[in-house]
């Protein structure tokens, strides 16, 4: 499943870090880049805006 986190600060990024374990792929936006940076090495896929981070999530989209 593909999953979007905005938000990485220490719930956002452990809640990532558990989803990408699971099996799942993630796409990440936070307004510190080095937040994002941190989980891309890690195997997610950083956006650098959130028109960045619409347009990484795949088709069709629900943003809640």
Known sequence: MELG???LGRMGSN???RLMRAGH???VYDVHPEAAQT???EG???ASSLQDFV???SKPRTLG
């Open 5 to 7: 986190m905005i938000g």
């Open 15 to 17: 809640m990532v870090q």
């Open 25 to 27: 792929h993630c796409v």
């Open 39 to 41: 989980l891309v090495k």
């Open 44 to 46: 997610a896929v950083g």
């Open 55 to 57: 347009k990484k999530l």
